[in-house]
C-alpha cells in the first residue's frame, strides 16, 4: 500500500477484555516496529519484527501484551485482560532496510486506546 | 539504557520568526538521530543524521549533529501557523533491532 496502515483508529473497551490491533505495514517492508504513546510521555519502543519472527521483545510491559506477524506483511498485537494504564496510542511503523541500518522508519496513523 | 533529552519542551512563537530545537543523548554504540515531526498522530519523518557537522536541509527545515556535545539541533526558518506540531528526536544505536529510542518530544505553537 501507500503508506502504513493501521486499525481500528479509536478503541474504546472494558477493563479485563482483550484487544487486538492490527498492522498493515508498506508492501515490500520487511522491517515491522510496534511502539506506544501514553499521555505525557515519549514513544515507547515495544516489540520489532524481522519478517516473521521477532527478535526483539523487549519493550513488551508484561506477559499480557503478545504479537505476531504472518506472510511477512501484516501483524497484530494482542493485549489480554486489559488494564487501564494500557490506555495510549499504539504506532506501528515499518522499514524497507533490515538492520543495522541506518535507515528511516514510516510510521502508521496509530491506535487510540482507551480502557475505561 | 540509551535516553534522549529534549529542550525545550514546549515554545510558542509568531509566525516568521526563528526556532532551535535541541536534543541531546545517550547512546551505547551510537549508529543515527532521526527527527520526526508529530501533527496527529503519525509522527512524519524528517531528516536522518549519521555524520557531525554535515548540515541537512529540507526547505525551511534544518539539521546538524554533533557527536563530539552528543546533541543535535532542528532549525526552523520563517515560521509557519503549519509548523505547529510535535518535534520528536530518536536515536539508533547498531543492536539488531534498531529500534528508535525517543526523546518526549518539544511542542511547537505558531500563532499569527
Known amino acids: 500500500g501507500a503508506g502504513v496502515s493501521q486499525s481500528p483508529s479509536n478503541k474504546v473497551t472494558e477493563k479485563g477484555k482483550d484487544v487486538e490491533l492490527r498492522c498493515d505495514p508498506i508492501?515490500?517492508?520487511?522491517?515491522l516496529y510496534w511502539y506506544r504513546q501514553s499521555l505525557g510521555q515519549g514513544l515507547e519502543f515495544l516489540i520489532y519484527f524481522q519478517g516473521n519472527s521477532a527478535p526483539d521483545k523487549s519493550g513488551l510491559p508484561s506477559d499480557r501484551f503478545s504479537a505476531e506477524r504472518t506472510g511477512g506483511s501484516v501483524s497484530t498485537l494482542t493485549i489480554q485482560r486489559t488494564q487501564q494504564e494500557d490506555s495510549a496510542v499504539y504506532l506501528c511503523a515499518s522499514s524497507l532496510r533490515t538492520p543495522p541500518g541506518p535507515y528511516e522508519q514510516f510510521f502508521g496513523p496509530g491506535t487510540r486506546l482507551t480502557v475505561l | 539504557e540509551d535516553k534522549v533529552v529534549q529542550s525545550p519542551l514546549s515554545l510558542v512563537v509568531h509566525e516568521g520568526d526563528t526556532v532551535t530545537l535541541n536534543c541531546s543523548y545517550e547512546?551505547?554504540?551510537?549508529?543515527?538521530l532521526l527527527w520526526y515531526k508529530q501533527e496527529k498522530k503519525a509522527p512524519t519523518f524528517l531528516f536522518m543524521l549519521t555524520s557531525s557537522g554535515i548540515e541537512k536541509k529540507s526547505g525551511r527545515l534544518s539539521s546538524i549533529l554533533d557527536k563530539k556535545e552528543l546533541s543535535s539541533i532542528l532549525n526552523i526558518t520563517a515560521t509557519q501557523t503549519g509548523d505547529s506540531a510535535i518535534y520528536l528526536c530518536a536515536v539508533v544505536n547498531t543492536g539488531t533491532a534498531s529500534k528508535l529510542t525517543f526523546g518526549t518530544g518539544t511542542r511547537l505553537q505558531v500563532t499569527l
Open positions: 547512546v551505547t554504540n551510537f549508529r543515527s
Open positions: 508492501s515490500g517492508h520487511t522491517a
